[in-house]
C-alpha cells in the first residue's frame, strides 16, 4: 500500500490530537474509563476524515460494504485496542456467536502455526479474519486502527493482487486516512509506554485468545502486567462446558491455576509504587500499629520529580493502605492532582482500599481550616468519612 505523507504532517497531527486529548487520556487510566476515551478518539479522527473527504480535500477510497480483500491479512493490534473488542464482544455478541467466535480462533491458530508470512499468503482466502462474517466485519465499530488506516484507492487493484498470490504488490491509498489513524494508534502507544503499560503489538488472533483466556484483563493491564505477550498454551476454548451463562465474565476461559501468596493485595500494591519509583524520602520508619512506611519521590511522565509519597499498610478490619504523606514539591502546580489519581487508578486495578488523614501535618502547622480544605479535596477523588478518611476501590 503506498501512501505519501511526511514526518512533519504526522507530527504536526499527533500535536493536535496531543493538545486535544491528553489530559483526558491521562485522567481517564482509571479502571475502564480509558475505553471510553479510546472511543473519543476514534469518533474525532473520524470526523476529520469525514470533513476533508467531503470538501474534496482528500480523495474518496473505493472501500466499501462486502468487499473484503484485505480482511485476510496478518494484522497485529496494540492491548488496548483487544480490550476495546473484549468490551464490544460482552456487550454486543451472544452466547452463540462467542462460541462460534472461539472455533474460528481455534482453526486460525492452528493452520497458521510455526508458517512464514509468503506461506501465509498463498492459502489467504481460507484464513480470514476470525471477526469476518459472510464477508462484513462483525466488530466494524470497535475495528483497530490499522484496519480504518489501510484503504484503497481501486478496489479492482485489491481484487487482481489478491488473486494472483503476490503480497508485496502496492495499492494506491488515501494518505489523509493513514496520517490520522496511524497518529491515533500512536497517540495511545506513547502514553501506553509513558505509563509503564504493555504497548507491543499482538497479532490479532493470538491476541484475543490470551485475552479470552484471562480472567479481568483490563485491570491486569492497568496494573502493568503484561495480558497479550504470555505463554498461553494452545488448546480448545470452545468448550460449551467452559462457557459462562453470565457473559461477559472471561473467568470460564482461564486455564491458569491460582497460587495461592502470602503477599495482600495492600502490600503488592506498595511494592509496585516502590519498584517504579527509586528516590526515596527519609524520615520514615516502623511503627508499632503499621507496616513499613514506604515513601518515594514520584516522577510525571516525563520523569520529572514532582511530589513525595509515603504509604504503608494498616493491618486493621479492613486492611487499607495508607496515604501516610502526600506532597507536591510546587504548590498549587496541580502535580498533588496527578499524585493522587495515580495513587486512586492503581488502587482500583489492585482492588484495595485507600485511608487517608487530612489533618496530618509533617511540619505541625495546621489549622482547621486547612483540614476542611484538603478534606473536601480528598472527597472529589471518593474519599469518604469524618476524621480519616476512606475510599472504596471502584471494582469491590
Known sequence: MTAIMGDSSQNAFKDIL????????????INDAVLHVLKDVITYSHDIVDALESSNQSPTVACRSGCSYCCHSQIHVLPIEVLLILSFLSECFTRKQILLLMDRIDQRLQRTREKSLGSLFSIKDKLPCIFLENGMCSIYEVRPFICRAWNSMDSSLCKKIFDSGKFDDEIEASSARNLIFESSRSLF??????????????????AVFNCLKTTNPLPLWLSGQDILNVNTPLGP?????????????????????????????EQEYIDYFYGKFKRRLAGHRYTEKHSQIHSFVFQNIYGKPIGAIALNEVISQNKTVHIHYLKAFILKSGNGTLMLLELCRKADCFNVRLSANPAFSPNDKFSYMDFNVLRKWYEQFGF???????????QE
Open 18 to 29: 496531543e493538545d486535544q486529548f491528553r489530559e483526558k487520556i491521562y485522567n481517564s487510566f
Open 189 to 206: 502507544s506513547d502514553f501506553g509506554r509513558q505509563l509503564k503499560l504493555e504497548t507491543v503489538p499482538f497479532e490479532i488472533t493470538q
Open 237 to 265: 476454548v470452545s468448550s460449551q462446558a467452559h462457557l459462562s451463562d453470565n457473559f461477559p465474565s472471561y473467568d470460564a476461559y482461564s486455564d491458569r491455576s491460582v497460587q495461592p501468596t502470602l503477599v495482600s493485595r
Open 384 to 394: 469518604k468519612g469524618d476524621s480519616c478518611l476512606c475510599r472504596i476501590p471502584r
